[in-house]
């Protein structure tokens, strides 16, 4: 290699100013061409991402033929009219008579690669979750991704213990994260063998946004049950 | 990691031979070996490998033309640094097309989209090629390796999800009575694959080389 780079001709002298002058007229260049793309773009996306989470809503609230969008205030819901994502939102769906059948609630945990957002469903009824849908996620295609196809991992959140307990402020078991198989209470999330630290994030976002939001949701249950 | 500088000297170079190169003498994984992170990564499913080729033969496509055309005005020691911002330019385009077009293979691809600015073929070929070509040489070589690189990535991952999944494009073509191969999902499949067609790529190659000598002979 030193023999090839002594014969090598050197690099003509360039004064600072021009090279200084050729990587900020790229990179300007480089800003305009991502802004006229992400203006061309924004919309179609933004609209992609709300034709997703409501085909999520209705996949984690199978009961339900329509749903509202409600925002988290300090003291209760609040009908939105544009269902954008939020942390902050919750959908309650209705059935076609419009009986209230279940809310669903977005969450999200570092995953293996990345920020993982979830949907979970939750049927007040029942207790329990009653859904779960990835909608986002950078895991590993092969691996980590699985969190979103596998089916005994889904199987998982049909029927997800999240009864409170008795002081009506927490769960009264705590979602826990076990191995593939050692799975004995509805409480327990059964992991996914070669996707752990993704399973387990799973986990810890149905664990932390359970305690948050189903008995903020069991307080406030008239309002999603009215739908106003 | 660049060929030997004599191999570039061949200016008149007909534009035919800057594109086949890349499928098949130079292919950018079976003879040159780059890139394999994306290829060992994503190559467990067809669909998936070829969106990755794709994604990534677009992004190599347009930096080695804007390279070329900009060849002349960048000077040499801030070469690399322009590179990579007009290669990061257009994995950025990249990625926030593929979400206008469908966010399921864009969850499908997880990181890795984001990971072509660092894939060593569109660098190599934007140092090696472009900065050095016209800008239709430099546009037929990347378009040539963009395909090469696909068609590795295809054939990885063919033999991958037809014994991991027993599949082929998600349709199931192996009978119920077949037991998938998990491992060949996983990381350890892609190396075992890879050795397999590098292993088939060598022998056709010696077999050819061969017969050339014979016949000189």
Known sequence: MTSTNTVMPMAQPVSSFKMIRTVAGVSIMSGFMILAVVKATEARIENNKRVALADAVMAVLPDADTNKTFEVTGDGFRLVDTPVPGADRVYAGYDAEGRFVGAAFEAAAQGYQDVVRTLFGYSPERDCIIGFKVLESKETPGLGDRIGKDAEFLANFDGLDVALGADQTALAHAIAFVKRGEKTNPWEIDGITGATISSRAVAKMANERSQQVVPFIKRHLDQLKEGT | ?217
Not at chain 2, 4 to 12: E, L, N, P, S, V
Not at chain 2, 56 to 82: D, E, G, H, N, W
Not at chain 2, 140 to 159: E, H, P, Q, S, W
């Open chain 2, 1 to 217: 990691m660049t060929p030997q500088d004599g191999t570039f000297q061949r200016k008149a170079e007909p534009p035919v031979d800057a594109f086949l190169k890349g499928l098949w003498e130079e292919n950018p994984v079976f003879v040159m070996l780059l890139g394999m992170c994306p290829v060992l990564a994503v190559s467990n499913t067809v669909v998936n490998a070829l969106s990755m080729g794709m994604a990534a033969t677009f992004v190599l496509v347009m930096s080695c033309a804007l390279v070329s055309v900009l060849r002349k005005y960048i000077p040499k020691q801030v070469r690399i640094v322009t590179f990579i911002v007009i290669i990061a330019t257009f994995v950025t385009i990249v990625d926030l097309v593929i979400q206008a077009i469908s966010l399921e293979i864009y969850n499908a691809l997880g990181a890795f989209i984001a990971l072509i600015v660092v894939n060593c073929i569109i660098l190599g070929r934007a140092e090696a090629y472009a900065s050095k070509n016209d800008p239709m040489r430099a546009i037929l070589d990347a378009f040539g390796m963009g395909i090469g690189f696909t068609i590795a990535l295809v054939c990885l991952g063919g033999v991958r999800e037809f014994l991991g999944f027993g599949t082929l494009f998600g349709v199931r073509v192996t009978p119920e009575a077949f037991e998938p191969w998990a491992i060949m999902i996983l990381p350890p499949g892609g190396f075992i694959t890879l050795g397999g067609w590098l292993l088939f790529f060598n022998w056709i190659k010696e077999r050819k080389g061969r017969a050339a000598q014979g016949e000189a002979a």
